[in-house]
């Protein structure tokens, strides 16, 4: 065998032995006794030690020094390796299992504290996860700014700046949508009703297949905060049930359906080899967000949804399917980011990327994060939050260290604008098929020009080749404000 | 630290890692999707090169070799640690992982055959797993029968000559005793109607509960073959479900409760050392079997059951709690082991082991197996298999490359007698609480006396420390003559 074969069989053990971590996190999230938590946590510790000096191996510095790589398939391979053996050289192994150990354990406090609306119970185990992280970030920034070395994880290349010129770009004309929105005459009907939990489920999965989730190598399960799971040939699906609020579930669905078709949509021949997963969780995330929201929350598409609602749950209050689409996409302040409308998505993003930022810089502490956070939320949203649930304690990540990873929802909802220029342009056909419920001509585009690279470009350049022009803000605003201009005649 | 808190700390994380490949297992069977099963192989054989090394690892040999223990826990604790690594090291990495690997996939295999009722579907999917076990026995007999190699890997200390005597000291009375059970006037009553799955789940619960599972530390779900996994903290259970068959889902489900109850009443002091799981199978189905039978089908119990029945399901088809007893504990011969009555049951065990230790010996190939089955079928029960799912496709362990378990079953069913005997000397109000569907008396005795010790002692001497008295085959064979001269007035 050759060196890069020799490494390339090294590392299929190591990415077999990353799935095996993933499946554990799933299982945590879904079918774990709560008694079982701290065990966990040395469960987890224990496999972050084994992917830590697999990682760190010797070996592996010495076959990327001697590899050469055959074509540009094993190029990438080894960009992915050296990149992953050159972060974890600068982690002490000691430090990758605290990490490991405590974000495990810190998911389940995180969620009784949310439960009793207690940020008090949260706050040293939030303090401790910072403390890691920063931790973690100065021995890799190299004298850089730490949030910028925990972004690179998420989305290589990306910095803090490069975020921040982002969000600049976004925001004037983001607010003054939204002004025009909230100003005008018209208001989307509210739907009403009560919406059977087996009954929601049910339709996810008739969702789930509408846009090509392959059951076969997947499922769907219930969560208390939404996620997808796994590459390859195991890809697992997590969504939750409110029943007077049946698009929360709905569209929970089709996006966690958005990461698993990428993920089950990449190239099989790059199974357990660094190609073998989505390139970063920008992307990523275009594939959700473009799942959930240029076609999901399309009029073509929530046209088919009203008949199937009114089939599975009898007449809705919401009768008719323009109003339908009307409501579908209502935009409204809120204070759940998950649940917000186009408009006022990035906005909870932007006010998420300021204080991890502040927090990971040491600029805040946690003891400080409620008001900080409150404060801002009035700020940008005209409201008061009531509840620590509806403000600090909604989201998931800060407990389990994802430090970084929110500006990658925002970055994937601007990649998601330009490839639907790029798809539409393409594809003429895909609102006639949306409109009988079959998403497959667009997911089918998506895959051909871009799931089925997983690995292979750089994230910025997967996204240009699949469009055929640089990513920018532009096609995402100009798609907002054509769609909200038409619901709201503005 | 001292050597020995070296070699422990360094088992910590081995046996953490063994949890997480125990729980990639119950995902198999309970949640995988079935596109997933090759890749699942991969990690499965990535997972057990990492343990296997661990456990061969050079260092483990030095620190046993230095260690002082410093009391008897620390001893057994080196104790099970040393004869981990001697095995490990005669088994090269290569073949430990190809048998992670082939077994994981070969359990899809089996269980499509067995649905397809197609043995050649099978066959060389098993010749596969024969041959691997071969030559793992191969490197660890040392020149000795290659069976008890396997054997010792399940029953620390058992060989085929004890195993042969044990039911040599068996057969004669149970023959005869089914003899005159099956020549006797009376036939219990059987049980028709139609039994919702949903309730039978509900009921299910109640009865682990009642047997003092801890749901904080596991859960309940469904499998095509029975079984308990994990150890600690995240103990958990399945059963399965036939509509017309209650008492398949309901002793499935009690049986195993006692797996699970023994690894949740370990102390909880050895969790995550060699000490904290039960020390072998023979006492595991020791467990398993006393809940389920000595104790479960018990007339106090049963009594109880019936009532819960009627209120679950309505008016039964046998309504009288006494003919309801003999009708969960009918003598009959019939073609299935886990719903084999008590009588019976080991016959079953029997015919499994002459044949295991036949295929592996080489005495007898996999394509001669069905014939073989079916022919001592036919000797030892007097019914020609009518097809294979009722034949050699009945069992999964084979296809898993578990040959050397089964006589576990009837070993675990000696110590079941012996422990009922000293329990109901011990603690006389076990009947009368029974009989109130709590069996906590008996399960409170059976923890303290042996659950609670783990793998501290070996296997034989905690059965003789909690009994009072060496085991044998006479309390099994006493209980069993006086609780069916009683049913068949014989």
């Known amino acids: 065998m050759s060196t890069v074969d020799d490494l390339i069989a090294f590392q299929r053990e190591t990415e077999a032995l990353a799935q095996i971590a993933g499946r554990l996190e799933w299982d945590q999230e879904t079918m774990m006794p709560r008694g079982a938590a701290e065990q966990r946590g040395e469960e987890c510790a224990a496999l972050e030690g084994v992917l830590h000096a697999r990682r760190t191996d010797p070996r592996v510095g010495e076959w990327l020094d001697a590899a050469k790589p055959a074509d540009a398939v094993q190029a990438a391979q080894l960009r992915h390796i050296r990149r992953s053996h050159e972060r974890a050289v600068k982690i002490p192994a000691r430090l990758a299992q605290e990490i490991a150990r405590v974000t495990s354990v810190a998911q389940g406090i995180w969620a009784e504290a949310r439960a009793a609306e207690d940020p008090a119970k949260f706050l040293p185990t939030l303090a401790r996860v910072v403390a890691l992280r920063r931790e973690e970030a100065a021995a890799l920034c190299g004298g850089g700014a730490l949030y910028d070395a925990l972004l690179d994880d998420y989305e290589p290349g990306a910095t803090q700046a490069s975020i921040a010129a982002m969000f600049d770009g976004l925001r004037p004309r983001l607010v003054a949508l939204r002004e025009r929105i909230l100003g005008s005459e018209r208001t989307p009907d509210t739907l009403t009703g009560h919406f059977p939990k087996a009954q929601q489920l049910e339709l996810s999965r008739r969702l789930a297949s509408a846009f090509g989730y392959d059951w076969s190598r997947g499922r769907l399960d219930l969560a208390v905060h939404p996620f997808s799971s796994g590459s390859g040939h195991d890809v697992r699906i997590t969504t939750r049930v409110v029943e007077a609020e049946p698009f929360n579930c709905f569209y929970s669905t089709i996006h966690e359906v958005g990461h698993a078709c990428y993920e089950q949509g990449i190239d099989p021949a790059y199974l357990l080899t660094p190609l073998g997963q989505g390139v970063s969780m920008g992307v990523h995330e275009s594939q959700s967000r473009i799942y959930e929201n ?31 689409h009307a409501t579908v996409n209502r935009v409204q302040p809120g204070f759940i980011r998950t649940e917000a409308d186009e408009v006022h998505y990035n906005l909870h993003v932007m006010l998420r990327f300021d204080l991890e930022r502040d927090l990971i810089s040491g600029a805040l502490e946690v003891q400080d994060l409620e008001e900080a956070w409150n404060a801002r939320f009035l700020k940008d949203f005209g409201q008061q939050v009531d509840r620590p649930s509806h403000g600090m304690l909604q989201d998931v990540h800060w407990s389990v260290g994802l430090f970084g990873y929110f500006p990658t929802y925002t970055l994937g909802n601007v990649y998601a604008g330009c490839l639907n220029k790029a798809l539409r342009a393409a594809v003429p056909e895909v609102d006639e098929n949306l409109s009988r419920g079959d998403a497959t001509p667009a997911t089918d585009w998506l895959r051909t020009q871009l799931q089925q690279h997983g690995g292979l470009y750089e994230p910025r350049e997967v996204v240009t080749r699949a469009c055929g022009f640089a990513p920018s803000e532009g096609p995402l605003l100009d798609y907002l404000e054509a769609k909200f201009a038409e619901i709201y005649a503005l």
């Open 294 to 324: 240029q076609l999901g929350r399309s009029r073509p598409f929530t046209g088919w949804l009203h008949g199937q609602m009114q089939d599975m749950f009898g007449p809705l209050s919401v009768a008719d399917a323009d109003a339908f």
